[in-house]
């Protein structure tokens, strides 16, 4: 009720029902200031969430941009500094070995190669070649040599 409708309730009803009206009127507007309160609350709670998550998220994105870009460039020294660009190192199966090694370095795997799945010894031979110097190229660029 506006000041008016007070005044004019005044006239018509006795004292303590609009003593009543006052208190009903304060009440309604204490309990309107506490849900604004409430609501800016977990809007900063949720802006703060949302920040530390946006946060991470780019930070995980940023370290794994640069372990990829080491990698290329490991990958890309190993081609360049081959001296011996032999049939080997053109095969299929020392390609693989390479970009195997890339794919377990960028996980943060230790383990050993597969070559089960060449057939010929010469293949596997291949592939662990590939796969070890280009861990060994990976291992050299992180380190800074």
């Given amino acids: 009720f506006n000041d008016n409708e007070l005044t004019e309730r005044f006239i018509l009803y006795p004292a303590s029902e609009i003593k009543f009206w006052q208190q009903f009127k304060n009440t309604e507007e204490t309990k ?11 809007y900063w709670i949720a802006t703060v969430a949302a920040t530390a998550s ?8 940023n370290s794994n941009e640069s372990e990829s870009k080491q990698a ?13 660009n032999s049939d080997v190192e ?52 992180r380190v800074g040599n």
Avoid: C
């Fill in 90 to 141: 053109l095969s299929a199966p020392y390609r693989d070995g390479v970009y195997l090694a890339k794919l377990s370095q960028q996980r943060g795997e230790q383990r050993a190669p597969s070559v089960g799945r060449w057939a010929t010894a010469q293949q596997r031979e291949a592939f662990s070649a590939g796969y070890g110097q280009s861990l060994e190229q990976i291992a050299q660029v």
């Fill in 32 to 42: 309107m200031k506490n849900n604004n309160a409430f609501a800016a609350f977990v």
């Fill in 72 to 84: 290329a460039v490991a990958t890309r020294t190993l081609a360049q500094n081959s001296e011996a």
């Fill in 54 to 61: 946006l946060v991470t998220h780019v930070a995980q994105w």
